[in-house]
């Protein structure tokens, strides 16, 4: 396994030693790997802590940006500068569970024997440890996103994923993008698969973006995907008439 583990952060200084230390964990059979932590402007102490980690972890490397980008920018920074060509992702507040990126990594490789332009394959949260509220917004938008752009992904907000990364920079980039990852793969001719994965409840820090906030984004992102996915009808059908 040679893989780049991408971590977006911001504002999560008690989670970074911890998480880190789950990484390493679970990375202790791999053949090469390497830790990417993007500090998307941080106003806490997750430079500091991040900083004064490299003196101790050869494989950590850290990147920041100045001023908050979003995690999607946060995310498309960490796997431009990955030295390897698979990439894993998890969100930096510790509700992601690192010992099952060699799981989804295995799943990857066994499922591209049988699969064809096997891409990426999704964590699934399928037992969430979130608020009522939370878990019933979810599950309205991945009902809504899935019947719109058939993604055939039961969770796309798991930011555990593992995936190609050419097959990541070949995507169009914009913001938010990372919510939609399985559909644009999928666009762009690859394949998809999700495989459950556990979910842990957030004991440390809190959430940087609200439930309204994500709804907003995510609606006015959607129909930016619909209009991606008919550009590519329109481009394959021109293709068939010549």
């Known amino acids: 396994m040679k893989i780049s583990v991408v971590v977006p952060v911001r504002n999560e200084a008690d989670n970074i030693i911890p998480l880190i230390n789950e990484i390493i964990d679970a990375m202790n059979e791999a053949e090469h790997y390497e830790i990417i932590y ?27 940006h100045r001023h908050s980008y979003g995690q999607s920018t946060a995310i498309y920074t960490g796997i431009k500068a990955a030295r390897y060509p698979w990439i894993a992702t998890l969100d930096g507040d510790g509700q992601n569970d690192p010992a ?23 964590g699934w949260r399928d037992k969430r440890h979130d608020s009522s509220w939370r878990l019933f917004s979810s599950k309205v938008a991945n ?20 995936f190609s990364r050419e097959g990541f920079l070949s ?8 919510r939609f990852l399985p559909a644009l793969v999928l666009r762009s001719g690859g394949q998809v ?19 309204l906030d994500r709804l907003w984004a995510g609606i006015i992102d959607l ?15 021109k293709e068939l008439e010549h």
């Open 38 to 64: 993007v500090d998307d402007g941080s106003s806490d102490t997750t430079e500091t802590i991040l900083q004064q980690s490299l003196h101790r972890i050869n494989n950590l490397r850290v990147i920041r």
């Open 100 to 122: 099952d990126i060699p799981h989804l990594y295995n799943a990857l490789i066994e499922n591209q024997k049988t699969t064809p332009n096997l891409w990426m394959v999704a």
């Open 143 to 162: 009902a809504i996103r899935s019947s719109l752009l058939g993604d055939r992904t039961p969770d796309t907000g798991c930011g555990l994923k593992v």
């Open 171 to 178: 995507l169009p980039y914009f913001d938010h993008m990372h």
């Open 193 to 211: 698969i999700s495989e459950p994965v556990n979910h842990r409840a957030r004991t440390r820090g809190q959430s940087k973006y609200g439930t």
């Open 223 to 237: 129909s930016g995907v619909i209009w991606l996915k008919t550009r590519t009808k329109i481009a394959e059908a």
